[in-house]
C-alpha cells in the first residue's frame, strides 16, 4: 500500500458514492488489523513510525468514506471538481426559498411537536438527497451538479443541527 493512495485504493474499493457500508466496516477493522502499532513493537522504529503513519491514514480515509457527505465531496475533488463551500454558495432559487421558509418556521416553532415535524422533514429531504447523489455521482458522472447537491446537504444538514439544538433546548 502506499500513503499517497487515494481513499479508495486504500480500500480496494471502486471510487463510487454508493457503498456497502457493512463491507467497508469490515475493510477497515482488516486494514487496522494488519497496521496497527501493536503489531510492529518489536520492530525497529522506522516500522513502528510508518505503522502509526498507515494507522492514522487508514482511519482518515475511513472517517471519510463512511460519511455520505464527505465522500461525496471527496469524489468531487477527486474528479477535479473542488466543493469551495465557503466561497460558493449559489443555490437554486426554489431551495433557498425553502431554506427561507424552514428558518422562518424555527423561528416560529414553540413547542417539541411542530420541531419533530420539521426534524421529519428535514430528515426526508436529506434522504432524497442522498438518493440525488448517488444517481449524480454513479449513474451520470456529473461532477459539477454533484458538488452542487453536497453544497446543499450541507444546508440540510446545518439546519438539521439547529433543529436539534432547539430540540434540545426545548427539553432543558
Not at 47 to 55: E, G, L
Not at 66 to 73: I, M, Q
Not at 132 to 144: C, G, K, N, P, S
Amino acid at each position: 500500500m502506499n500513503l499517497q493512495s487515494n481513499d479508495f485504493e486504500i480500500f480496494g474499493l471502486s471510487p463510487v458514492f454508493s457503498l456497502d457500508r457493512e463491507a467497508l466496516d469490515q475493510r477497515w477493522k482488516d486494514l487496522q488489523r494488519e497496521a496497527h502499532p501493536d503489531r510492529f513493537a518489536t520492530s525497529d522504529a522506522a516500522a513502528q513510525r510508518q505503522a502509526m503513519q498507515w494507522s492514522v491514514r487508514i482511519n482518515e480515509a475511513y472517517q471519510r468514506l463512511k460519511d455520505p457527505l464527505k465522500r461525496a465531496a471527496y469524489l468531487c475533488e477527486l474528479n477535479g471538481v473542488p466543493i469551495q463551500a465557503e466561497n460558493n454558495t449559489a443555490m437554486p432559487p426554489a431551495f433557498l426559498m425553502q431554506q427561507m421558509q424552514w428558518r422562518e418556521d424555527l423561528e416560529e416553532a414553540n413547542s417539541a411537536v411542530a420541531l419533530e415535524r420539521m426534524a421529519d422533514e428535514v430528515a426526508s429531504t436529506r434522504r432524497s438527497l442522498l438518493t440525488q447523489l448517488a444517481h449524480t455521482a454513479d449513474v451520470q458522472r456529473d461532477f459539477v451538479a454533484l458538488a452542487q447537491q453536497v453544497r446543499a446537504l450541507m444546508f440540510v444538514e446545518r439546519f438539521a443541527r439547529d433543529v436539534e439544538n432547539r430540540l434540545d433546548q426545548l427539553g432543558q
